[in-house]
């Protein structure tokens, strides 16, 4: 079973640019999140999806950041126009339908993005 | 709102010698509790959970968690370390108030010597 997969791996962009980040959860798996590690401090919270509707987006920083997820598959990040500020890790995570409070999240390897 | 409280950075031990990874947590209702691990260059590992029940968790690799609702710990623990174990651990916390939302720690880095 293939798990998550998040693309690209690394990008590097000048401020004011834009950049999309995907990712794509495990086959079946409803619940989708976004998460974002700055500098080494701890792994926040953006948003949350279930299936295509954004359940919870308390964490995301401002309105250059948009969450999409397509059809209850995929889903993209985009960040427009990116700020210094923006640099981190980013991480999208899948959990299982049904669990949502109980059930483990299984991460993809992440989108690193550093902002010039 | 809540919290989570990684107090070591860094911890260091001996391979073959017991370990401790320490977490504090703060919630509004009862917790749902988690431990991730992440290797270099990976993303993260589910290690194991408290949901409910028994306070001693045991999950992958040997891991063991201890759930103390009167201190509102959740330390990992390892009998005997390995080499291998040398990672970075990150603890995470739910409940009912931000049902979708785990809140996570700074992370421990843990480096286990031969």
């Known amino acids: 079973e293939a798990g998550v997969t998040q693309f690209p791996s690394h990008s590097v962009i000048e401020k004011g640019q834009t950049v999309t980040l995907r990712c794509d959860p495990i086959?079946?798996?409803?619940?989708l999140y976004w998460y974002r590690r700055v500098m080494g401090k701890e792994i926040k919270f953006l948003l949350h999806?279930?299936?295509?509707?954004?359940?919870?987006e308390s964490g995301m920083p401002n309105n250059r950041f948009l969450a999409e997820r397509t059809g209850g598959t995929y889903s993209t990040l985009k960040v427009q126009p990116a700020e210094l500020e923006d640099s981190g890790v980013y991480f999208c995570?899948?959990?299982?339908?049904?669990?949502?409070?109980?059930?483990?999240?299984?991460f993809g390897e992440g989108s690193r993005l550093t902002v010039l | 709102a809540q919290s989570v409280a990684q107090p070591e950075d860094q911890v260091n031990v001996a391979e073959g010698n017991p370990l401790t990874v320490k977490c504090t947590y703060s919630v509004s209702g009862n917790p749902y509790l988690f431990w991730y691990v992440q290797y270099p260059n990976r993303g993260l590992q589910f290690l194991l959970k408290?949901?409910?029940?028994?306070?001693l968790v045991k999950g992958s690799y040997g891991f063991e968690a201890e759930f103390n609702k009167s201190q509102t710990s959740f330390h990992l623990k390892k009998p005997s370390a390995l080499v291998s174990d040398s990672a970075l651990y990150f603890c995470?916390?739910?409940?009912?108030?931000?049902?979708?939302?785990?809140?996570f720690g700074d992370g421990t880095t843990l480096t286990v010597k031969p």
């Open positions: 408290y949901i409910t029940g028994d306070n």
């Open positions: 999806f279930v299936k295509e509707s954004k359940q919870d």
């Open positions: 995570a899948s959990s299982q339908p049904g669990l949502i409070l109980g059930g483990e999240l299984f």
């Open positions: 086959s079946g798996h409803d619940n």
């Open positions: 995470a916390v739910r409940d009912f108030t931000n049902a979708g939302k785990s809140t």
